[in-house]
């Protein structure tokens, strides 16, 4: 990631988007936490979860935000780079921690028999946390080459993510309240197509973007997948164990 390839417009855009991530990761935090009181006693701790994702991500986008600042100056309209190193770890500690939430938030929402849930927590958990372990060098390597090898490598996990989500949680979702099998549908649709963002973005230096124009993509391409696959999901979420809610107590009623 050659900094110095950027143009001022560009530094501006990006920094405009990691200010935007921070802001909404917060709000929806806020909004999640404050809406517990809204769900039953068994949902609580999904959209616990699902604030917790947020309110981790909107600590990292600080991070982020803080260290894009010091990588530059701008003095006179010119933009220069000051020496600091713009420090990509933030992101895939966030997502070291964050994406296996979100997996597992959305089983809590479905309320599954306790073996089923931890099996499936564990397994789709493990495979998320292995495809970011397996992504992070591929993203800080100078050489293609290297880049392309990761990006294959941590294709394995996410492909066994999305086909559990596609096919092995098919007959949970069977088992769901009515009024919520297409939200949940939905939820794991939404899952599946926001990460297809990342595997997608990590490629834009290896298919013709180059300098400043391939690092605004990478950087807001990033930023808008973890608004929709943390905050978007999240309120989805929320919404799920509402409804949920609500359908169990008219039935106790």
């Known amino acids: ?20 991530g921070l802001a909404v990761m917060a709000a929806a935090t806020l909004f999640l936490w404050f809406a517990r009181s809204q769900v039953a006693p068994a949902y609580k701790m999904a959209v616990t979860i699902s604030g917790l994702v947020t309110a981790i991500a909107a600590y990292h986008y600080l991070q982020i935000m803080l260290s894009w600042d010091a990588a530059f100056s701008v003095m006179n309209g010119n933009l220069e780079v000051t020496g600091y190193p713009f420090n990509q770890a933030y992101r895939y500690v966030d997502w070291l921690l964050t994406v296996p939430l979100l997996l597992i938030e959305l089983i809590l929402v479905m309320r599954l028999s306790r073996s089923e849930t931890v099996s499936k927590s564990v397994w789709l958990g493990g495979a998320a946390a292995l495809m970011i372990i397996l992504g992070y060098p591929g993203e800080v390597a100078e050489s293609a080459g290297t880049r392309f090898t990761f990006w294959v490598l941590s294709m394995i996990p996410f492909v066994y993510i999305v086909y559990q989500l596609v096919v092995g949680l098919k007959g949970s979702i069977g088992k769901q309240p009515e009024n919520v099998r ?3 549908n939905g939820a794991a649709t939404l899952v599946v197509i926001s990460w297809l963002f990342y595997p997608i973005v990590f490629l834009f230096p290896l298919i013709g973007l180059t300098g400043g124009a391939a690092i605004t993509a990478v950087e807001v391409g990033y930023t808008i997948a973890d608004i929709v696959a943390k905050a978007v999901f999240g309120i989805l979420i929320l919404v799920i164990a509402m409804r949920k809610s609500e359908a169990e107590a008219n039935a106790q009623a």
């Open 1 to 20: 990631m050659d900094l110095s390839t950027l143009s001022l417009g560009q530094y501006t855009f990006i920094a405009n988007a990691f200010s935007f």
């Open 182 to 184: 297409g939200l949940i």
